[in-house]
Nanobody, 123 residues
Framework: QLTVVESGGGLVQPGGSLTLSCAPSGFFLDYYAIGWFRQAPGKDREGVSCINTSGESTNYLDSAKGRFSVSRDNDKNAVYLLMNNLKPEDTAVYYC????????????????WGQGTQVTVSS
């Protein structure tokens, strides 16, 4: 079964940092743009960041700009989301998704989704 797997979530204090990882299962990430999404309790899922296949193009949710950084290592077949200066409002389940067509704001265009990893920002 083709899917992606997120890891790296956890509990962190406000102002802290976490790095999430996204790894594929059953395929290579080289040909896929990777999007990061999150869903907070009681809220709709929203796009946080996306990186294209080469890693040369990235985009971010406005509230993540300057704090989050997405990168990829195609040799290691992984994508990372470095999150700095975390705030309580960043608390959510974070998902990565793979899209062979490129970064998209539309969730339905993504081919594979992970199960998510919980990020909790609290003192």
């Amino acid at each position: 079964q083709l899917t992606v797997v997120e890891s790296g979530g956890g509990l962190v204090q406000p102002g802290g940092s976490l790095t999430l990882s996204c790894a594929p299962s059953g395929f290579f990430l080289d040909y896929y743009a990777i999007g990061w999404f999150r869903q907070a309790p009681g809220k709709d899922r929203e796009g946080v960041s996306c990186i294209n296949t080469s890693g040369e193009s990235t985009n971010y949710l406005d509230s993540a700009k300057g704090r989050f950084s997405v990168s990829r290592d195609n040799d290691k077949n992984a994508v990372y989301l470095l999150m700095n200066n975390l705030k309580p409002e960043d608390t959510a389940v974070y998902y990565c998704a793979a899209d062979h067509r490129g970064c998209s704001e539309y969730e339905y265009e993504y081919d594979y989704w992970g199960q998510g990893t919980q990020v909790t920002v609290s003192s």
